[in-house]
Structures are given as C-alpha cells and as structure tokens.
C-alpha cells in the first residue's frame, strides 16, 4: 500500500513528487521552487486524493442502485441508438461505464487517475475500454453521448480550465450527440450543509468538515490509518445555473434541457437535489 506522508510543514502530497522534490530541490537555495511544486499540487488535489485507496474506502457505500436507474433513464430519455459510442468522463474505477457497456453501448471510461483506470481496466472488453485522460483535452474519437456524473466537474483552481472542459466535451461530440453534466444544486447543498461529521469505514474514523470560502464548497478529511496520520482536501466550486448558462454560452454550446433528479423531474432552484444538464 502507498503511503501518503508529511514533508517539512506541508500537508500529505504523492510519494512520487515527495521523492522529486527532494532530489531536486535543496533546502538551502530552492525554497521557492518547492513552494511553486506544492503550490500546483494543492490547487490539483484531486491528482492526489482520487488516486489513494481511501478515496474509493470513504465513498464505497454511494447508491450505485440509484445510479443504475438514473442512467437507464437517461439513456431512453436520449435514444440512443444501438451500440452508441459512449464517453464515461471522470470514470473512477469504471462502475459506471461498466454498466452502460451492459446496456449495449460501446464505451470508453476516462480519468485522470492512473489507479483508478489501471484497476477499470480489469473489466476491459471490445466495446469497453478505458484511458487516463485530462478532461480538458479534446478526445480524437468522437462520441454519439458524453456523461460526467455525480459532480465531476469544477475541480479546477482557474476557471478558464473549465471553460476549457466545456469545449473540449462539445468537440468531441458527434454532429448529433448529446452531453450531459450532472452537478450538485448548490442552492440546495449550501443551507444544508453537515459542517462536521465523523463517518467510520472498514475501521477508519474520516473526521470531515464542510465550508463555504472563495465560492467553493469545501470539505476537508482527516484520518489515521496503518499507523499513519492524513489530510485531504476536496474543493468544488461552487457553480450555479446561472454559471453554466455563462460558461456554456462562451463555449458556443447549446443548453437543451435542465433537470432537477435523477428521474428527470424539473429543476427547481431552491429545492431540488441535482442540476442535470443536457447539451450539445
């Protein structure tokens, strides 16, 4: 198992960058330059985060079952056509893609994290595949239907980078295809919102704190296991429908339809769960 440890005054960070940082930097006369290296790395958390097992320990209890029924939905709510080539963006470990490949479509799961696609890949078949990619890049192939599910977008520090995710997902559209971005409801999360709470997991304790700064919903994750102290942090801005109909009128997309759960009820703007949108 990896370990995530302290180095100097900072907080947990890769095993591989600890070990770049120090044969590359000296204390003495680099000071700034190991400030930059973990500067990047903060403002890329989820580089770190989604690619320790506790990640995937912290959250193995989600409603899989209810995802199941949100993408049958869904996907009879677009229809798709037989075998339709589909894009799983923010993948994970590929549950999901997983079951769209079920459903008959020919799938590519993608994300960013190396272990998680390198555990996915497992489950690789013909018309299902999987790849480490940054959702900011325009893929080659293009995709009769783009899914990224249960808020995997606004992870960026720069919001030009999502603006860019939105081109890049527009563009790797087929003529006909359709995207669809299923966010929280922030004006439904914010005044609920749990400021601490301990959740116990195989044995760990996940000391988690929820707040509000700099318009992102932040929630910060301490815990000890094997011995070994960590801190995590996640950070999600905190994007509106307002925003996305920004965002998507700069990235020259069309918004079609606008959701507020998983049974495609209607969005409502202080009471729904989700903002689902649809795209192209």
Same mark, same amino acid.
């Given at each position: 198992?990896? *370990?995530?440890? *302290?180095?100097?005054?900072?907080?947990?960070?890769?095993?591989?960058?600890?070990s770049e940082i120090k044969n590359q930097i000296s204390f003495d006369s680099s000071s700034k330059a190991l400030e930059s290296k973990i500067s990047s790395q903060k403002s890329n958390w989820f580089a770190s985060w989604f690619d320790t097992p506790y990640y995937h320990i912290l959250y193995k209890e989600r409603n899989y079952r209810e995802a199941q029924v949100f993408m049958d939905?869904?996907? @009879?709510? /677009?229809? /798709?056509?037989?075998?339709? *080539?589909?894009?799983?963006?923010?993948c994970g470990k590929g549950r999901h893609s997983i079951y769209l490949n079920q459903l008959g479509f020919d799938v590519i799961g993608a994300d960013l994290s190396e272990n998680s696609i390198s555990e996915a890949k497992k489950n690789a078949?013909?018309?299902? @595949?999987?790849?480490? @990619?940054?959702?900011?890049?325009?893929?080659?192939?293009?995709?009769?239907?783009?899914?990224?599910?249960?808020?995997?977008f606004g992870y960026f520090e720069n919001d030009d980078d999502n603006l860019k995710t939105l081109i890049a997902i527009k563009e790797s559209l087929t003529e006909c295809g359709f995207a669809v971005i299923d966010f929280m409801n922030v004006h439904q999360v914010i005044p609920n919102l749990v400021p601490d709470e301990i959740k116990t997991v195989d044995g760990i304790d996940f000391h988690i704190k929820r707040y509000i700064a700099e318009n992102h919903i932040i929630k910060e994750i301490n815990f000890e296991a094997n011995n070994e102290k960590y801190h995590f942090t996640e950070k999600v801005k905190a994007l509106t429908l307002e925003d996305f109909q920004t965002m998507m009128e700069d990235a020259g997309i069309y918004l079609l339809d606008?959701?507020?759960?998983?049974? /495609? $009820?209607?969005? @409502? $703007?202080?009471?729904s769960e989700r903002l689902i949108m649809i795209f192209k």
């Open positions: 198992m990896q *370990k995530y440890t *302290k180095f100097a005054c900072y907080e947990f960070y890769a095993p591989e960058l600890m939905t869904l996907t @009879h709510y /677009l229809n /798709l056509p037989d075998k339709a *080539k589909v894009l799983d963006l923010a078949n013909t018309t299902l @595949h999987f790849q480490v @990619h940054d959702m900011r890049e325009i893929f080659e192939d293009k995709f009769d239907a783009i899914f990224n599910l249960f808020t995997s606008i959701f507020g759960d998983y049974k /495609l $009820k209607k969005f @409502h $703007k202080n009471t």
